[in-house]
C-alpha cells in the first residue's frame, strides 16, 4: 500500500472516531483532540486495532486518560457484541451470500484491492471478519501469519477469503491461484478448511477452489 493510500484510509477512519473523542475533549481546544486522533492512528494504523487495544497501548499514547482508554476498550467490546450478533444470523451458504456479507468492506474502498478474511463455524455460521489488508490498486500482499492467527483467535472451523480487482476481471491472476494453494496448505496443517477465495470484478466473481466464473447478474444480490 502506497503511503499515500495509508493516508486516505486513515482520514477516513479518523472522521468515524472523531464524534466519540469529541465527548471527552469538550471544551478543550480541536488541536489536541487532532493530536491524540494522530497520535492514534499512527501507533495503531486503523480504527479496528485501536478498538481491540489493550489499554496500556492506549495509556501511552500522550493525552489517553484512563478513562478514555476504557471507554475504548468497552466501545471494542460493544461492536464485537454487535458483529457477532449479526454475524451470528448469517450464514455464508454460497457465492451470492459471501459477496452479499464481504462487499460492505469493498464498497468502503472501492478504488483499492484488499482481501477480507471470514471465520466460520462448521455449519457456516459466521464467528467474525475482517479487513485483513489492502493494497495498491492493482496488488494485496497475503501474510498467512495473519490469516493463521486469525483462524485460531476465532477457533474457525473453516476460513472464507475474498478480494476485489477494483475496475478489472475477476480472473484470478498467477500470483492469486499460488497464494490459495499455499493457504489452503497451511490451513489443513492446523485444521482449518479454506471455503474458498472468491474474487469480485467488475466482470463478475470467480470461485478459486471452484474454477468457475459467475456473472454478476446471475447472482441475484440484493
Not at 501511552?60 to 486518560?65: E, F, G, L, Q, Y
Not at 455460521?125 to 476465532?154: C, L, W
Not at 474458498?196 to 446471475?218: C, F, N, P
Request: aromatic share 6%; proline share 3%.
Amino acid at each position: 500500500m502506497t503511503s499515500l493510500s495509508r493516508i486516505k484510509i486513515q482520514e477516513l477512519e479518523a472522521e468515524k472516531l472523531r464524534p466519540v473523542l469529541e465527548y471527552f475533549y469538550k471544551g478543550k481546544r480541536s488541536e489536541q483532540l487532532d493530536s491524540v486522533i494522530s497520535s492514534l492512528f499512527a501507533r495503531f494504523g486503523t480504527l479496528h486495532r485501536i478498538l481491540h487495544a489493550a489499554p496500556e497501548e492506549l495509556k501511552a499514547i500522550s493525552n489517553v486518560t484512563d478513562q478514555l482508554a476504557c471507554f475504548l476498550v468497552e466501545l471494542g467490546v460493544v461492536v464485537n457484541l454487535i458483529d457477532q450478533k449479526n454475524n451470528n444470523e448469517t450464514v455464508i451458504k454460497d457465492i451470492p451470500s459471501a459477496v452479499r456479507f464481504t462487499r460492505k468492506y469493498f464498497n468502503a474502498s472501492p478504488d483499492r484491492e484488499c482481501l477480507v478474511a471470514v471465520a466460520l463455524r462448521s455449519n457456516k455460521s459466521i464467528i467474525a471478519s475482517e479487513m485483513s489488508f489492502q493494497g495498491t490498486i492493482d496488488t494485496v500482499t497475503t501474510y498467512p501469519r495473519e490469516i493463521i492467527r486469525f483462524a485460531q483467535k476465532n477457533k474457525a472451523k473453516s476460513v472464507l477469503l475474498a478480494h476485489n480487482h477494483p475496475g478489472g476481471s475477476c480472473y484470478p491472476s498467477r500470483e492469486d491461484n499460488l497464494s490459495t494453494t499455499q493457504m489452503d496448505d497451511i490451513l489443513y496443517k492446523i485444521d482449518v478448511v479454506l471455503e474458498d477465495h472468491i474474487i469480485i470484478g467488475e466482470d463478475g466473481v470467480y470461485s478459486i477452489l471452484d474454477g468457475r466464473k459467475t456473472d454478476l447478474d446471475q447472482l441475484e444480490i440484493r
